[in-house]
């Protein structure tokens, strides 16, 4: 639990680490960033840079994962989920795209998507069924462990530190 003073509730209060820029990630935003084209339906990250304030999020929407509904010039319309209290709202925010990046968080499932295709084919080639499920792992195969050598060790007889032995 991190302190919090009681005095400041502004929009950007609490945020002092959260925007900060990492380490010799400072000075201007690359090119790319501007330039990165996005549509309708893609799925996005919602991270602050906290070197551009115009269009940034509120800082609870930092790390979130949505989905664009609005592009303009400037900034993309994110659709999110936010829980409040016991139920779970849609919510519709503009940002700036400085503060949106793609998510990653699908490139596991499509190139899983990719690879049960390709089996797909070979299997229908050579004529036999494949499993394309993902399968648990399973346990170790039965074996025997051998019975350990047991060394016993005796401890030296106690001799005082002030005892003359000679």
Known sequence: NRYRMPHSFGYRAHSRDLFHKKFRQHGTIKLSKILTPYHLGD??????????????????YHGKTGVIWNVTPRAVGVELN???GNRILKKRIHVRIEHVQ?????????NRVKENDK?????????????????????????????????TITPLPYVGLFQNTA
């Open 43 to 60: 799925i996005v990250d919602i991270v602050g840079d906290g070197a551009v304030h115009k269009g940034m999020p509120h800082r609870f």
């Open 82 to 84: 936010k829980q409040v």
């Open 102 to 110: 793609h998510s990653k968080c699908r490139q596991d499932f499509l």
């Open 119 to 151: 089996k797909k084919k070979e299997a229908k080639a050579k004529k036999v069924t494949v499993v394309l499920k993902r399968q648990p792992v399973a346990p170790l195969p039965a074996r025997f462990v051998k019975k350990p050598f047991v060394d």
